[in-house]
T-cell receptor, first 113, second 115 residues
Framework: DGGITQSPKYLFRKEGQNVTLSCEQN?????MYWYRQDPGQGLRLIYY???????QKGDIAEGYSVSREKKESFPLTVTSAQKNPTAFYLC????????????FGPGTRLTVL | AQSVTQPDIHITVSEGASLELRCNYS??????LFWYVQSPGQGLQLLLK??????LVQGIKGFEAEFKRSQSSFNLRKPSVHWSDAAEYFC?????????????FGKGTHLIIQP
């Protein structure tokens, strides 16, 4: 079945540590996205990539980094510079042309201890 | 900059009753509009989308939405809700390229279904 997988489902991190969230898709989509969700805040865009080896900052990129070395993969690293990293992180992908929806993964819940 | 407002944080509806969730957007050109639904601890599922043409859009699970340019609204409706409709609902707008540079989401409406 085609879809988007995110791992792990739950992640715990100590303050000061970097952590990487995985996102993989087998939909052959060109574009991939990372969103952060906080209670009562909706989703906010962290980074997006419309093509391999290229990515752009979203609205809240500070304290995060990404890479896009393969079409199928778009990992997100939450660095120690992110002041409030506890949140639900959602990865999405789309065909990256007009009039196409974004498909979402199941999410990773990150908790900083 | 584009923005989305969902005025109702929580809505409670009796099972079998009709439903309308409100969404207002701000965008300088013709928007690309979406409604997504999220169950607790899960990802988002697309209910429906509007890009152009007929302003009344049909989606999955019996949902529909109407685009009203004059009111900058894209309200979601369902004639008769089921207990399984209890979830978080998000309205989103995409800009140039249909949102290829990311979507802007409202803060969501939490739907509670009373038996």
């Amino acid at each position: 079945d085609g879809g988007i997988t995110q791992s792990p489902k739950y992640l715990f991190r100590k303050e000061g540590q970097n952590v990487t969230l995985s996102c993989e898709q087998n939909l052959n989509h060109d574009a991939m996205y990372w969103y952060r969700q906080d209670p009562g805040q909706g989703l906010r865009l962290i980074y997006y990539s419309q093509i391999v080896n290229d990515f752009q900052k979203g609205d809240i990129a500070e304290g995060y980094s990404v890479s896009r070395e393969k079409k199928e993969s778009f990992p997100l690293t939450v660095t120690s510079a992110q002041k409030n990293p506890t949140a639900f992180y959602l990865c999405a992908s789309s065909v990256a042309r007009d009039m196409n929806e974004q498909f979402f993964g199941p999410g990773t819940r990150l908790t900083v201890l | 900059a584009q923005s989305v407002t969902q005025p109702d944080i929580h809505i409670t509806v009796s099972e079998g009753a009709s439903l309308e969730l409100r969404c207002n957007y701000s965008y300088g050109a013709t928007p690309y509009l979406f409604w997504y639904v999220q169950s607790p601890g899960q990802g988002l599922q697309l209910l429906l989308k509007y890009f152009s043409g007929d302003t009344l859009v049909q989606g999955i699970k019996g949902f529909e939405a109407e685009f009203k340019r004059s009111q900058s609204s894209f309200n979601l409706r369902k004639p008769s809700v089921h207990w399984s409709d209890a979830a978080e609902y998000f309205c989103a707008v995409g800009g140039l390229g249909g949102g290829a540079d990311g979507l802007t989401f409202g803060k969501g409406t939490h739907l509670i279904i009373q038996p």
